[in-house]
């Protein structure tokens, strides 16, 4: 069984952090690629943060309110 790393994306430029504003899925739950998993607030825009694979989210590494930067590791996905 492979893990993959849900990374916080970058989606602009000069976006160097966001804010976890809320988590669509739980430890435990079912995901497809592609779905969303979870909201972030950057440069006072919301977006949702899709789904890198297919499997089950195991692991939450940031909560919401938590501001993360580009890149960091913030979930993982058992495929």
Known sequence: MANI????????????????????KAVGDPVEAGEPLLEIEAAKTTVEVP?????T??????QEGDTVEVRAHIATIAA
């Not at 790393?5 to 000069?14: A, C, E, I, R, Y």
């Not at 989210?57 to 940031?62: C, F, P, Q, R």
């Open 57 to 62: 989210l195991t692991e939450i590494l940031a």
């Open 51 to 55: 789904s890198p694979g297919a499997g």
């Open 5 to 24: 790393k849900v990374l916080l994306p970058q989606f602009g430029m000069g976006m160097q952090e966001a804010e976890i504003v809320r988590w669509i």
